[in-house]
Each structure stands twice: as structure tokens, then as C-alpha cells.
């Protein structure tokens, strides 16, 4: 599979219906999901639909996301460039390539081994370089880099990582879908001062679930 002119196409009409129907009013992130081809992480039977605002299984029974849901996350991020960014989830790295075409600094933690090799590889790839990518538990973050000016979480979680709370700057945000497993709340959190955080939430939304461990 290649980046034709006719996924090109199928995107800017994918950034008009973000804009327009979905309200993502972020230039910077519409223009950044416009630089990623996201067919390219699919399975090829999806080619056709990998601009559709669907989500798709990917490897180990995980999804990737909405692209509404990924544009959205990415806007309550607020990245500017050289943005030190956490992601936890990597799943197969188009949210990751997204975060990088926006030159924020990205580092990702994965749980199944699958998709971590299958993300690194895809990366790689298509030449967006995160500047860690890790195996492991993305419930205890990435001390040794920590803090970070953002975070993300792209799978759902029952409590509050609070580990990933402090590994956050003075002024940092971190969204993350919490809740059960059949429904989270997407909620953003920015850290006023070390024992501050002011809470926003987004809406209702269905992610697979943030899980303890690594499954190799
Ligand atoms: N951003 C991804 C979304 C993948 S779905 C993409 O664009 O494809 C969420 C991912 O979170 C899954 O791959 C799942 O394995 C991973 N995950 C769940 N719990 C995790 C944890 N504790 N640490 C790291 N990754 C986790």
C-alpha cells in the first residue's frame, strides 16, 4: 500500500467533517491528521474505510481510535512544539504519529508486545520518530523521563493513574477516558501545583480498557 492521490483526497475530506461536523476547531491538529496516512496502519481490508471516522480492530483485540476521537484528545492536549508528550497506548502508532506531526517530543508505552513491535516497525516505516518507545506497564509512566507537559491515555481506565499525575509538570495536562468498562467520561486534568489539579470533562466514550501487566 501506498499514499496515493486518492487517500489524499479521502483525507481533506475526513479534515472537513472534523472541522465541520465534528467542531475540532484546532488548525494545528486537523493539519497534523492530514500529514499521517492512516491506511497505512490498518489491516488492508479496511483500505477503503480508513477515512471514515470508524475505528478498526488492530492486532491482540485492541482498537485504533475514532479519527473525531483522536482529534478531539489531541485538542484538549493543547501541544506546542517541543512538548515533552507521555502517551500510554500506543496500539498501532497512528495517534503516536499524529502527536509527532505536531513536533511534539513523544514517548510511548505499550502493553502487548504485538503492537509495540508492530508500532516501532510502522514508525519506523513511515519515518515519524517518537523519541521512546517502551514495553512495559503504562500504569507506572516513564520515571526516569519524567515530568512531561502532557499526557495522554488512549485506553480507558477504572481509577486515576495517580503515578501519571505526578509525573506531570506545573502546568501540564494530562485526558484520560475514566470509567467502567461498558462507558468513560473523557476528562483533562491540569495541574495548578503539585497537590492541585483542576478537572474538565468531554463527554461520554467507549475505549478498550487500560489493563494491568504486560501480555507478551
Ligand atoms: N492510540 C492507539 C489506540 C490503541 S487502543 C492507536 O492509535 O492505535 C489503546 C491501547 O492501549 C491498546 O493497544 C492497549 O493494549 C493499550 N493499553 C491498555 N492498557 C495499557 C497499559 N497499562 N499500558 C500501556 N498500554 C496499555
Redesign the pocket.
Given at each position: 500500500m501506498q499514499d496515493s492521490y486518492v487517500h489524499k483526497g479521502k483525507r481533506k475530506i475526513l479534515i472537513d467533517y472534523l472541522r465541520d461536523k465534528m467542531g475540532i476547531a484546532d488548525e494545528k491538529v486537523l493539519a497534523a491528521i492530514n500529514q499521517v496516512p492512516r491506511h497505512l496502519f490498518l489491516e488492508s481490508v479496511f483500505e477503503d474505510f480508513a477515512y471514515e471516522d470508524r475505528a478498526f480492530p488492530?492486532l491482540?483485540k485492541?482498537?485504533?481510535?475514532h479519527p473525531s476521537t483522536?482529534a478531539e484528545q489531541t485538542a484538549l492536549l493543547e501541544i506546542k512544539e517541543k512538548d515533552k508528550v507521555l502517551e500510554?497506548?500506543?496500539?498501532?502508532?497512528?495517534?503516536t504519529a499524529v502527536l509527532i506531526a505536531l513536533n511534539a517530543w513523544v514517548y510511548t508505552?505499550?502493553?502487548?508486545k504485538g503492537?509495540h513491535d508492530f508500532s516501532l516497525n510502522k514508525l519506523r516505516e513511515l519515518n515519524f520518530r517518537p523519541k521512546f518507545q517502551s514495553f512495559g506497564?503504562?500504569?507506572l509512566g516513564l520515571p526516569t523521563y519524567a515530568p512531561f507537559d502532557k499526557i495522554l491515555v488512549?485506553?480507558g481506565a477504572e481509577v486515576l493513574p495517580t503515578q501519571l499525575l505526578h509525573q506531570l509538570k506545573v502546568g501540564g495536562k494530562m485526558v484520560i477516558p475514566l470509567g467502567k468498562t461498558d462507558e468513560q467520561i473523557l476528562m483533562r486534568f491540569t495541574k495548578k501545583s503539585e497537590r492541585e489539579f483542576e478537572r474538565e470533562e468531554f463527554g461520554a466514550y467507549k475505549f478498550?480498557?487500560?489493563?494491568?501487566n504486560t501480555n507478551h
Open positions: 488492530i491482540a485492541q482498537t485504533i481510535s483522536v500510554i497506548g500506543t496500539g498501532c502508532g497512528y495517534q508505552i505499550e502493553r502487548q503492537l506497564d503504562g500504569f488512549t485506553c478498550v480498557p487500560m489493563l494491568n
